[in-house]
């Protein structure tokens, strides 16, 4: 990509969704730290929070939309650990706009650079949607880092069908990217969280379908060769109505190519969670992070 390759459509779009950003860190009610790392691919934004002594914890982005918005989802952890929340290289936020493959070794290195930076040899992770993909190829190329796991609605185990994506999602999409349409737009995200999406959600998720040229490359399904040298402790969590991993789907899949899948939570929701299923979620993350993040 060159130079001068931007994902937003224009200053405008990125402006606005930037200030979505800043204000949603509000969201968080904790204090957070801003601070960029050089990797060998490109500068990272980082949010860093939690106790200074606190043991490392990595919460990784959800694919296109922001940072914060997908770290108010582990809210009940945000004072336990010491947080460690990238903005991902080529997706909305700060980092720098360069895209890389979810198909090969290089979002492992990229986190193996930011975990150099702040001397952390081993952590703990939470990976939700495409940052659970991105957790995965961790695991397959560099699993000695990770203590242990919660795949949250991730990425890269199975795949929905493309028939009810498209009749779902894609063609409302179509049409709300051409007139801004409200009504397109409550579909889609009803379709996304079962008709929990909070109005500010939407609203943001919608300047992102318009404003961002959005990531269409799913992190690469993970074969239990993939994983073969991976032991650390896991954790799935999924929705029976996510229409991109379904849940009966994922945890199924999970257990056939996870060595050491420990807990596996489905709740009934889509692959937004509402918020009193992430209220009760946090508890059962908080409980399997004592258990196993020794």
């Excluded at 509000?26 to 200074?52: A, N, Q």
């Excluded at 918005?69 to 980092?95: C, E, N, V």
């Excluded at 008709?195 to 239990?224: A, C, H, Q, W, Y």
């Amino acid at each position: 990509m060159g130079m001068n390759y931007s994902i937003y459509k224009n200053e405008k779009s990125k402006k606005r969704i930037l200030g979505h950003y800043d204000e949603y860190l509000h969201e968080l009610h904790t204090d957070v730290e801003r601070e960029y790392v050089i990797t060998r691919f490109g500068k990272t934004h980082m949010l860093i929070c939690g106790p200074e002594n606190g043991k490392p914890l990595f919460i990784l982005q959800g694919g296109n939309c922001i940072n914060p918005m997908t770290l108010s989802w582990f809210s009940g952890l945000l004072k336990q650990y010491r947080i460690f929340a990238p903005d991902t290289l080529g997706h909305p936020g700060y980092s720098d706009e360069i895209r890389l493959s979810a198909g090969d070794e290089s979002f492992a290195l990229w986190i193996t650079d930011l975990m150099s930076h702040f001397k952390i040899n081993r952590s703990a992770f939470i990976g939700p949607s495409y940052g659970g993909g991105i957790l995965l190829r961790l695991a397959a190329h560099s699993p000695e880092k990770i203590a242990c796991a919660i795949l949250f609605a991730p990425a890269g185990i199975v795949m929905g069908s493309k028939v009810d994506m498209i009749k779902r999602i894609l063609l409302s999409l179509m049409i709300y990217k051409m007139n801004g349409s409200k009504k397109r737009l409550k579909s889609i995200t009803d379709v996304l969280s079962d008709g929990e999406m909070k109005g500010i959600d939407r609203k943001i998720i919608g300047e992102i379908f318009r404003g961002v040229s959005l990531e269409n490359d799913m992190p690469k399904l993970t074969t239990s060769e993939d994983l073969k040298h991976y032991k650390a402790p896991t954790m799935i969590i999924g929705g029976k109505k996510d229409i991109f991993f379904p849940g009966d789907k994922l945890k199924e899949r999970a257990e056939e190519v996870i060595p050491n899948l420990v807990e596996a939570a489905i709740c009934d929701g889509g692959h937004f969670t509402s918020r009193q299923q992430l209220e009760s979620l946090n508890t059962e993350m908080s409980k399997f992070l004592d258990r196993y993040y020794a």
